[in-house]
């Protein structure tokens, strides 16, 4: 896997994807929105005992400033493929079968903050400004903000933010529920490194499903309770729930297989 303007590591199974554009304040352009759904939707199949992912940025003071506002002009004329691969590539992320965490330092804006919105947790640092300055730029957020921030913070509060582009700090990402925690420096990355270990010590296919029906409790076309009785009938059916179960009656841990 070797990305241009995405560094790409691998360590026992958890992969870190650091946004590398610091100069631009790794601005989302579309070779790194085009290499996310690479990895999203093709690529993870071939890492070995892959656990989960995490996002981040290069450099102290942006996790991403927003799509690449000097892409814009160049598609006007063609905006609407434009945007759905930034849909596309958001959806791969938001119903990806293993966790993703967003490690935001710094600044989460407009596209930057959509693609953090995307992943299934937030941890930020104390300096961490998030915003969707768009309607600065005569825009909405495109890849999905209205919607995601709408479910986690409610009409009012995404009115504000949306409307007046007002910047809020880590505590209020938090308190507002728009992230997990705010986390020191030297901590963040071994925190979200701790969360996927911790993740891929339970069933595989049990957090698939977490994933899939917390999903669809914010899909309207969709039945959440109907998914989830699916899915909780499917589940007694594994070699895991088995293993599960037995290793409970056993007092002992149990070792999944993810079948
Ligand atoms: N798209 C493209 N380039 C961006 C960018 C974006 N979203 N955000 C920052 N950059 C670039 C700047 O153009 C600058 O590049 P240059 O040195 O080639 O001129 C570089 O990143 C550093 O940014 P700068 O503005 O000089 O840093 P700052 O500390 O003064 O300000 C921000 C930081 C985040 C407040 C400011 O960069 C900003 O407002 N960015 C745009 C945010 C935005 O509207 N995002 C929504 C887009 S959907």
Known sequence: MNYQDILVSNEEGIVTLTLNRPDQLNAVNSSI??????????????IEGFKGVIITGSGEKAFAAG?????FLAVADDSIPFVKKGHN???????FHKPVIAVI????????????????????????????????????????GTQRMSQLIGKARAMELMMTTDM?????????GVCNRVVEDD??????????????SKGPVAVKHIIKTINAAFDESKNGFDIELQAFA????????????KAFMEKRKAHFIGE
């Open 168 to 176: 809020i700090d880590a505590n209020q990402a938090v308190q507002y």
């Open 187 to 200: 901590e963040i990355m071994p925190t979200a490194k701790k969360m996927i270990a911790k993740i891929a």
């Open 105 to 144: 330092k710094g600044y989460a804006l407009g596209g930057g903050l959509e693609l953090a919105l995307a992943c299934h947790m937030r941890l930020v640092n104390p300096k961490t400004k998030i915003s969707f300055p768009e309607v600065n730029l005569g825009l909405i957020p495109g890849y999905g």
């Open 33 to 46: 929105m085009h290499s996310l759904y690479s990895f999203f939707t093709e690529d993870y199949k071939s």
């Open 89 to 95: 590539t958001y959806f791969a992320i938001e119903n």
């Open 234 to 245: 499917d589940l007694m059916q594994t070699k895991d729930f088995e293993e599960g179960v």
């Open 67 to 71: 799509a690449d506002i000097k892409e």
